[in-house]
């Protein structure tokens, strides 16, 4: 079973600055079968990457992911006051449970 | 548009069930795969398993192998998830989840189901 770790847990910016969040699994997830997701207080969560760094429809193209193997970056080039939120990875690739990370939260500084 | 919707919000009683319900629209249900994820207050995303709508087999996380059933009624093109033996930390927000194939990303997601257990 795939454990997912996310760092940092919680991550303060201002607005336009650059976020850089973490997932590294315990074992290699296969064929970059990694999303991300953003989930806002009192919402379901919304999925903005998958294939590792496939951007989900609608998606704008501030949000990029990269990474392979174990390692994988969700990058938020220059941060509006919407992205202020909670980021998931999940990893959807091999034997169930589709495991997701605990989650890093990114707040405003 | 694809859309998934579910019930409303459940009050249950220690050792009691819970059947919460996920209707999809938009799409052909039968052709996506349908997952549970629960969600405790101020914590992680947790996956409980999957159905596929077309034949109706599931895939339960070990967690909660014994206590959780999917099924699903390709007639109302709605998926079910009930939970047994309720105890106090499955209070939880509820969430059904799609995605096109089972090894997918999970593009579709319904609002939530509170489900609050109390003694």
């Known amino acids: 079973e795939i454990v997912l770790t996310q760092s940092p847990g919680t991550l303060s910016l201002s607005p336009g600055e650059r976020a850089t969040l973490s997932c590294r699994a315990s074992?290699?997830?296969?064929?970059?079968?990694l999303a991300w997701y953003q989930q806002k207080p009192g919402q379901a969560p919304r999925l903005l990457i998958y294939?590792?760094?496939s951007r989900a429809t609608g998606i704008p193209d501030r949000f990029s992911g990269s990474g392979s193997g174990t390692d994988f970056t969700l990058t938020i080039s220059r941060l509006e006051p919407e992205d202020f939120a909670v980021y998931y990875c999940q990893q959807y690739g091999s034997s169930p449970p589709r495991a997701f990370g605990q989650g890093t939260r990114l707040e405003i500084k | 548009q694809m859309q998934l919707v579910q019930s409303g919000a459940e009050v249950k009683k220690t050792g009691s069930s819970v059947k919460v319900s996920c209707k999809a629209s938009g799409y052909t249900f039968t052709y996506r795969y349908l997952h549970w994820v629960r969600q405790a207050p101020g914590q992680a995303l947790e996956w409980m398993g999957w159905?596929?709508?077309?034949?109706?087999?599931?895939n339960y996380a070990q967690k909660f192998q014994d206590r959780v059933t999917i099924t699903r009624d390709r007639s109302m093109s709605t998926a079910y998830m009930e939970l047994s033996s309720l105890r106090s930390e499955d209070t939880a927000m509820y969430y059904c989840?799609?995605?096109?194939?089972?090894?997918?990303?999970?593009?579709?997601w319904g609002q939530g189901t509170m489900v609050t257990v109390s003694s």
């Open positions: 294939g590792a760094s």
């Open positions: 074992q290699s997830v296969s064929s970059s079968y």
């Open positions: 159905i596929t709508p077309f034949n109706g087999n599931t």
């Open positions: 989840a799609s995605s096109p194939y089972g090894d997918d990303a999970f593009d579709i």
